[in-house]
């Protein structure tokens, strides 16, 4: 008797999980940016960024920058640049960060748990948090140049 392994199944319902904020397909964002409630990205999405929901990037998308999720983190598409290293984007995940087959991330991954599903492509470094880890504020990480004179 051959016995079949069952097959994971990472089901997404944006209403459900309360993702109130949408980059659609074919929309190119950037700048600094916060969203509260949630956020789907199905198209580019590029800068410092605050989502305090959680962040689901599309097969597809791609967001790249220095990014902060409050919540759970669900990759189908891109983080990172496909031909970028470890330090052109950082995201630090407060949950759990879920890469699925599709999903491929060349930056820097900071969060409490990971799962990875087959086929998915972890191509920079991933760094647990603790319970008592604190998370930087992105704007003590990033150092701004001081005004002119």
């Not at 089901?11 to 904020?21: L, R």
């Not at 999720?69 to 995201?91: A, E, I, K």
């Amino acid at each position: 008797m051959v016995s079949k392994t069952a097959q994971d199944t990472l089901t997404i319902d944006p209403v459900a999980m309360d993702i109130v904020n949408r980059v659609a397909a074919g929309c190119d964002l950037s700048g600094d940016l916060n969203f509260e409630g949630g956020l789907l990205v199905q198209g580019q999405l590029e800068g410092h960024i605050r989502v305090d929901g959680r962040l689901i990037i599309w097969s597809g998308a791609s967001v790249r920058g220095r990014i902060r999720v409050m919540g759970d983190l669900y990759l189908f598409g891109q983080l990172g640049s496909p031909n970028g290293g470890p330090h052109d984007t950082s995201l630090e995940c407060e949950g759990m960060v879920y890469v699925s087959k599709s999903g491929v991330s060349t930056g820097t991954l900071f969060a409490r748990r990971l799962q990875m599903y087959e086929g998915a492509q972890l191509k920079g470094p991933f760094h647990t948090l603790q319970v008592n880890d604190r998370l930087p504020v992105l704007r003590d990480v990033l150092v701004q140049p001081p005004d002119a004179p």
